[in-house]
C-alpha cells in the first residue's frame, strides 16, 4: 500500500515589521485620529531616545505610555511630578538594614523600561536634573553605586506650556536628552465621536491589558538594526550644513548641538526602517527636523516651525545618496 505523502504549505515567518504595524493598530486604537503622532513615537522608540509631549491635561498621553508598555510587555512606572518632588523619589535610595546590618538599595520608579514622567516642568531643577544620567547613559549613580537600567528604557515626558504658572522651564542641557518634542492636541469630531461610543459599549469598564507583542530582548536587537541603516557620505554632509546654518541663523539663540546632530541621524533612521529601506534619504531628513529641532533649539520668533522651515529651504538638498 503505497503511501501518500501530504504536503502543507509553509507556515509565513512573521517579519518584525508586521509587529511593529500591530503596535502601531494598538497605538493608533487608543489614540484615534492621531496616526501621525504615533508614527514619531515609533520613530523615537526605535532610534533609542526619549520623548518630550508639551501638551494640556486630558489628551491621551498617559494612555498612549501605557498601551505602549503593554504591547512592548516592558514594565511601566509613573511619576507625577509636583514642586516637592526629590530626586530620591525617582532613581530610589539606600535604607539600613538592622537585621543585616548593611545598607539596602530600594530602586525608584525610574527601574522601568517606559517611564512616565508627567509634568516634568512642575518638579524643581534639582529634581529634574535626577534624570540626566538615566536618560543620557541607561543609568544611576547613587551613594557613589551605579546601578544599570534597562536597555530599552524609555522616557515619555508630559511638560504644561510654559505659560502656566507654577512651572520651572527644563533647561537647554536637559531638552538636548530628548529626541523630539510633540503635542497631541485636540482629537477631530469623529474621533470624539468614536471614543464616546467606545465608552458607553465598554460600560466604562477598563480595557484588559493585552499580551505583550515583542519577546525579551527583542526591542533592543531592532534598536540595534536601526542604528545600522545606512547613512550616505553625501546626507550626512547635508545634516552638517543644517547645523551649521542653525548655528549662524540671527534668530536662534542656540544652535545644533553634536549631541542633537547624532540624535538627528537616529531619527532619520528610523524614519527609514519604518519605511522598510535600508538606507536614510534627503526626505527622512527632513520628515524628522521639526520635532527633532523644536526641542533642542532657542527660537526667538514666535513661530519656531516657520523658522525651521526656512533652514531646510536654504539648504541645499544632494541628490545622490
Known amino acids: 500500500m503505497n503511501s501518500v505523502l501530504i504536503q502543507h504549505p509553509p507556515q509565513r515567518v512573521e517579519r518584525i515589521h508586521d509587529r511593529i504595524e500591530r503596535v502601531r493598530d494598538r497605538l493608533n486604537a487608543v489614540l484615534r485620529g492621531k496616526a501621525d503622532v504615533v508614527h514619531f513615537v515609533l520613530a523615537c522608540l526605535l532610534a533609542r531616545g526619549h520623548l518630550l509631549l508639551e501638551d494640556r491635561p486630558g489628551l491621551g498621553k498617559t494612555t498612549l505610555a501605557k498601551a505602549l508598555a503593554d504591547a512592548l510587555g516592558g514594565r511601566f512606572a509613573r511619576v507625577q511630578c509636583t514642586p516637592d518632588l526629590l530626586p530620591s523619589d525617582i532613581t530610589g535610595f539606600s535604607i539600613f538594614n538592622q537585621k543585616t546590618h548593611e545598607f539596602e538599595f530600594r530602586p525608584g520608579p525610574v527601574f522601568s523600561d517606559i517611564l512616565l514622567a508627567d509634568e516634568i516642568n512642575r518638579a524643581t531643577p534639582r529634581t529634574q536634573s535626577a534624570l540626566l544620567e538615566a536618560m543620557a547613559e541607561r543609568q544611576v549613580t547613587v551613594d557613589t553605586l551605579r546601578h544599570p537600567l534597562a536597555s530599552e528604557f524609555f522616557v515619555v515626558a508630559t511638560q504644561n506650556p510654559h505659560e502656566q504658572h507654577g512651572t520651572y522651564p527644563l533647561p537647554e542641557a536637559q531638552l538636548d536628552r530628548f529626541a523630539i518634542k510633540l503635542s497631541i492636541g485636540y482629537p477631530e469630531p469623529d474621533d470624539e465621536r468614536l471614543m464616546l461610543a467606545g465608552a458607553v459599549a465598554s460600560s466604562g469598564k477598563l480595557a484588559v491589558s493585552q499580551e505583550p507583542l515583542f519577546e525579551p530582548g527583542q ?85 519656531p516651525a516657520v523658522v525651521i522651515g526656512e533652514i531646510l529651504k536654504q539648504v541645499e538638498v544632494p541628490t545622490g545618496y
Open 219 to 303: 526591542l533592543a536587537r531592532v534598536q540595534s538594526e536601526v542604528a545600522g541603516i545606512a547613512v550616505a557620505e553625501s546626507v550626512q554632509s547635508y545634516l552638517v550644513r543644517l547645523a551649521e546654518r542653525t548655528r549662524r541663523h540671527p534668530e536662534i539663540a542656540v544652535g545644533l548641538s553634536p549631541r542633537g546632530l547624532l540624535t538627528w541621524q537616529r531619527m532619520a533612521q528610523a524614519w527609514a526602517f519604518l519605511d522598510d529601506r535600508s538606507f536614510v534619504t534627503p526626505n527622512d531628513v527632513q520628515d524628522v527636523a521639526l520635532p527633532v529641532l523644536l526641542v533642542r533649539l532657542a527660537i526667538d520668533r514666535d513661530a
